[in-house]
Every structure is written in C-alpha cells, then in structure tokens.
C-alpha cells in the first residue's frame, strides 16, 4: 500500500477546509495518508467544521502523520501574503522530497507564490522543477470519469503561445505512454484540436494546423500513436467520449468544456514524471475561505483518482 502525501495549499485558502471535509469522508486508513501541513492551519479550520464544539483535531486523533511546515503569520482566510505563499511553496517541496507514492495538492495562489519570490506560473512547475530527471518534462491531464483532456501549453498568455512539431509530438508520445503504463489501455484513440477557428479553413484562418499540427499527427501516426489530425475544437468536445483523450493547444480550450460538463469533479493530474499528483480542478477560492461552505468534490475525487 503506498502512502499518499497531501498538502492543503493556501492556508488563507479553502485548502485545508477541503482537504479536512475529504479524509472526514473518505475516512482512509491512518497509514494510507501523510499530511503536509500545519497544525495551526489544521486546527483553524477543522474547528470551524466542528462549530467550535471540539478541541481535539479530528486529523490528530485519526492519528494521520503530520509533516510540520512552519508557519508563524496568522490565517486570515481570503487574504494573499508573502508568507502563505512561502508555506504553499515549502510544502509542495516536501511533497518532492519525501518519497510518497502519490501526490496531492490542495490549491496555491500563483500571486502569493510570486510575493514570497517563486516565480512559478503553478504547482506544476515546481514538481517539475525537484522531481523531473533526464527528458521527463511534467505534463498537465485533466480527468472527469472517462473524459480527459491534455494541455499542450499550460499557464501562459494566449499572445505567447509557441508551439512546434517536436512539442507536440513530444507531449502526445508522453500521453501514450502514461495510457499503457498506468491505465493499461494498449491503443489509447486520441482527437487533437485545431489551433486556429474552424481549425484553419486551409490556412485561410491560420497556418499552425498547415504547418504545425498536422505534420506532427503524420509523424505520431507513423510511430504507432492513435491520432487524428487537428480537428475544430468548437465540435470536436461533442464527441469527447469517443477519444480516450482529447488534446487541446492551450489552457481554456481544453478546459472550458470539461470543467463545463463536470464541474468539481474535474481532476487535474500532472503526468510524465515517475509520481502522479492530483489536485482539484479549481483554485483558492478566497472568496468563501474560512466560511466553511466550500465544497469538497474536487479534493475528494483528486484523492480518490490516486488510491
């Protein structure tokens, strides 16, 4: 059995109260499950799940391990700080670290990352960053059931998007490795979107399908891999279930639709690297942080997603 690590994000966040409404859930064996957290931030926010009408953690008394990161600023549920997001930094880190089988990570603020001086654009860059070796490169999947869908380009301006034949055919041979590796799925069939309206219009609209996308599907088709060429993104989500993924050429395409048709139960998963993290397909919510409203869905599922 391998021990899931699990870190609660943000700690002005709804990180810890989702992640604390899940275990309650999900209610996993006490050596199933390693915390990255603090006690402080645990313990703010598991008593206002409680009302108040504990003093005992629940976590501590399920005698769940907790590595301590410290933390000595006040939770001030919805406000962005340097020193929440030098906490949400350090235990991502130590999730790298530690040697657990699985990853799980609660949401971070990319603007508190930046304020504590780790200018990563997310969670993703700074697994690659302590856990990629040789030509790994951390992919992001984000998965609904038997819906997923493959970023090609993450958390980057639509007006610096690059893409190039080597990258995409980079990204897919990847894709089809963790769908024979992991998900024991020997010819996975995959949809590859177009880049540009209508997927070009025969250059009309643009020529990155001309010149980019379909010379990459030519190439992959020649090495094995289950492709089609670019096809309009507008329709294509129809038919997502007829693909055992869908990959898009940037972040809304692709997730637009999935998140549209499953909400929280979307899972973004981080492939490519010898660990798989998990984490929900939303972010900090600082809006209702510390209100105990925030609805644990997504935590449960990124949870459920590596057990």
């Known amino acids: 059995m391998h021990k899931v690590a699990i870190t609660t994000g943000d700690p002005n966040g709804i990180g810890a109260e989702i992640t604390i409404k899940a275990l309650n859930k999900l209610n996993l064996p006490s050596e199933k499950v390693v915390l990255i957290s603090n006690k402080k931030v645990l313990d703010f926010y598991d008593k206002k799940s409680h009302s108040g009408l504990v003093s005992e953690s629940f976590l501590i008394s399920k005698k769940y391990e907790i590595i301590e990161i410290p933390y000595n600023s006040d939770v001030v549920p919805g406000k962005v700080t340097k020193e929440a997001g030098e906490f949400s930094f350090q235990s991502v880190k130590k999730a790298c670290e530690i040697g657990a089988g699985a990853i799980v990570t609660a949401p971070v603020a990319k603007n508190a990352l930046y304020l504590a001086g780790h200018k990563f654009n997310g969670q993703t860059e700074i697994l690659q ?13 984000f998965v609904a059931g038997n819906f997923r869908v493959l970023l090609l380009t993450r958390h ?4 610096d998007i690059v893409l190039t034949k080597d990258l995409v055919i980079e990204k897919i041979l990847n894709l089809k490795e963790f769908f024979v590796k992991h998900l024991r799925i020997v ?7 177009g880049f540009n309206p209508h997927a070009g219009e025969d250059g009309i609209l643009g020529r990155e399908e001309i010149d980019i996308l379909i010379p990459a599907a030519e190439e992959l088709r020649a090495k094995g891999v289950n492709v089609t060429n670019p096809l309009p993104a507008d329709t294509l989500f129809v038919k997502a279930l007829n693909y055992d993924c869908c990959i898009a050429n940037y972040h809304d395409q692709g997730l637009i639709p999935i998140k549209t048709v499953a909400g929280d139960k979307t899972v973004n998963m981080t492939i490519g690297l010898d660990i798989i993290r998990t984490s929900p397909g939303h972010g900090t919510a600082f809006d209702i942080a510390g209100k105990n409203i925030a609805d644990a869905t997504g935590m449960i599922e990124a949870i459920k997603a590596v057990l």
């Open 129 to 141: 960053k302590y856990l990629a070796y040789g030509n790994q490169h951390a992919e992001m999947l």
């Open 187 to 193: 010819d996975p069939k995959f949809a590859l979107c």
């Open 156 to 159: 980057v301006a639509l007006k």
